[in-house]
């Protein structure tokens, strides 16, 4: 078994990093530029999942309707005032193919509305195919497969 | 002077105590006389159990329930709750048990599929020591049955030994829409789960309310795609417990961007979508019908949103503490092209709906809203303040939440006043 190059584990972790804390900072109009165009976000429950089931909460399959997503939460959606931090594992590299790399990584996104209790929100784990060109890295296709299945109120902030 | 009663103005279809929402005396009321009582509640669906064996955790109100199918294909329902100690005899959401029998762990009682008692460790005791006495009969300690009806393969139990016949409850209104839905065969597409922190009746309105549509969700105006020339109506069942809202979309190609010129919004057309593939609607019924929301009383919502279809499930767990489960379907014959489509589509609806998630807020700040407010009363006199059969278009009339509250107060009669009397 090959070791895995550490700049390359570095690289992924630092896309992981930077893609919760663009969430939590709510630079939500910078988030659709960690995908390719044509990429595939989904957020979708572990009981679905494990079940062969494909219907998930969010589904957008371009970088388009993750931007629609965006205007709709800034613009459209009514939802209760909150904070997200997202805390997220050490990605284990499940397969390297070239310029491609498949990952998984453990997350928990706590929430804080406003009468600031923390609560934990979501629970669960990306499933992630990253294209990686000249150092630089994007997402081709994000699965949150989440534990919490039982969604407070609603989900409108993207995972 | 006026002997006013201490509970004030009794609750009327027009005019409701937001004691209703708050009160653990009237939510346990409700329990017997609505969701035990003379009605029927949704279970699930029965392409989610095909084969023999097959089974689902449900609930009618609060009470857990577990949905099987058994032998020769027929459907049972029983409470999920052991006749020794009361313990949880299944203890998964789903699965198959390919046995048929379901065995409490706790002390090994085991049951059939449709409930009855079939086995109890040490019966006879142990070499004459200990067991049950021989008038012991396992007949009389039998799992909580319900009886089960299934109308065009959604299912329904009742605790109910006098209530009509489902397809009599549901009257012919409603199951021509049921028909309209189900007109052929469907698959599970899976489930989300959104927990509320209010009140079941909440969300019971929020679904047959049709004057918030255009103003809580706010997405197709502000995508410049809402339109008020669009044709809808509601139409209730004879009794107003259950009601259906039907948009039609404009006949032919549909081109969003005319939209904005008949939006009825300052903000039209202030966005443009990048991707209007999350909006196609590829029509699959033998109409033009774009949206169905049809709220079945107490517990279920059927829908069809553009291409999206699902039932939302009402579970009660607390007079703040509402479930609603959505499970979503397409049809057996869908290719994967179709059901990526519907996929696509879901962004629409569930608890991340663009034109949905709003609900789940709304009966939030209704439940935070009444809080300490008993004896004051909502106002519920959009387009009369009567309950009709039929209404067009439906966006500016309450109709069918007065027809929800005919029902509920007919059902809950003399209790809601006792009710309230005991807490007061």
Redesign the interface.
């Known amino acids: 078994m090959s070791l895995i190059d550490p700049a390359l584990q570095g690289l992924v972790d630092s896309l992981n990093a930077r893609y919760g804390l663009c969430l939590d900072d709510g630079r939500l109009e910078q988030w659709p530029e960690f995908f390719v165009d044509n990429c595939l976000y989904q957020v979708i429950a572990r009981e679905n999942v494990e079940n062969g089931l494909p219907a998930a909460v969010m589904y957008c399959d371009s970088k388009g309707m993750l931007i629609d997503r965006v205007v709709a939460l800034r613009r459209a959606n009514v939802f209760p005032e909150h904070f997200s931090r997202h805390l997220i594992s050490r990605a284990i590299l499940t397969g390297i193919d070239g310029e491609t790399v498949t990952s998984e990584a453990s997350y928990a996104v706590l929430q804080t509305r406003n009468d600031g209790e923390t609560r934990i929100y979501n629970a669960g784990k990306y499933v992630d195919r990253l294209l990686i060109n000249d150092g630089v890295v994007h997402l081709v296709s994000r699965m949150c497969v989440y534990d919490t299945h039982r969604i407070a109120t609603l989900l409108a902030t993207p995972i | 002077m006026n002997a006013a009663s201490p509970m004030g103005m009794p609750s009327l279809p027009t005019a409701v105590d937001y004691r209703v929402y708050h009160d653990a005396h009237i939510f346990a009321a409700e329990q017997r006389n609505i969701f035990k009582g003379r009605t029927w509640c949704y279970l699930g669906l029965e392409a989610e159990i095909p084969n023999s064996g097959d089974y689902r955790a449900t609930h009618v109100g609060e009470t857990p329930v577990v949905l099987v199918r058994g032998e020769e294909g027929k459907i049972h329902a029983w409470v999920n709750r052991c006749a020794h100690k009361g313990a949880t005899v299944c203890r998964s ?2 699965g198959n048990q390919a046995d048929g029998s379901f065995v409490c762990v706790y002390h090994q009682w085991a049951y059939d599929a449709e409930g009855t008692l079939v086995g109890v460790p040490f019966r006879r005791g142990l070499k004459g020591v200990g067991g049950y006495d021989k008038n012991f009969d396992p007949a009389n300690h039998s799992l909580e049955k319900l009886r089960v009806e299934s109308y065009r393969g959604m299912v329904f139990g009742t605790f109910s030994a006098d209530v009509e016949p489902l397809e009599v409850f549901l009257g012919p209104v409603m199951c021509k829409y049921i028909d309209r839905v189900f007109h052929r065969p469907i698959k ?10 209010g009140n079941w009746k909440l969300y019971s309105e929020n679904s047959r309310d049709s004057y918030h549509g255009a103003l ?4 197709y ?3 410049g795609i809402y339109r008020q020339s669009q044709d809808s109506a509601g139409e209730l069942d004879e009794q107003g417990y259950h009601n259906v809202f039907t948009v039609s979309k404009p006949k032919g190609d549909i081109d969003y961007g005319s939209f904005g010129d008949e939006a009825n919004r300052e ?1 039209q057309g ?2 443009k ?3 209007e ?2 909006l196609q609607f590829r029509p699959e019924i033998e109409d033009d019908v774009g949206l169905h929301i049809q709220s079945l009383f107490p517990s279920v919502v059927l829908q069809q949103i553009q291409n999206t279809l699902a039932t939302r499930q009402i579970v009660t767990f607390g007079v703040d503490k509402t ?1 609603l489960v959505w499970t ?1 379907f397409g049809y057996t014959d869908d290719d994967e092209e179709t ?2 489509h519907r ?2 589509n ?2 629409l609806v ?3 709906g ?1 034109i949905s ?2 609900d ?3 009966v ?1 700040l209704c439940q935070q809203g009444t809080a300490g407010a008993e004896g004051k009363h909502s106002f519920i006199e959009m387009g009369g303040d009567d309950v009709r059969g039929y209404y067009a278009p439906m966006g500016m009339d309450e109709n069918a939440v007065r027809g929800f509250w005919k029902g509920y107060l007919s059902l809950m009669g003399e209790a809601l006043a006792v009710s309230a009397e005991a807490s007061a």
């Open positions: 959401l789903r599970v597409l899976g489930y989300s789960r959104q927990y509320m922190a809580l969700h706010l997405f105006p502000t995508f903000m202030v966005a979508l990048q991707d593939s999350l479930e979503y059901t990526r996929l696509r879901l962004n569930g608890p991340s663009l998630m709003e789940g807020e709304a939030e």
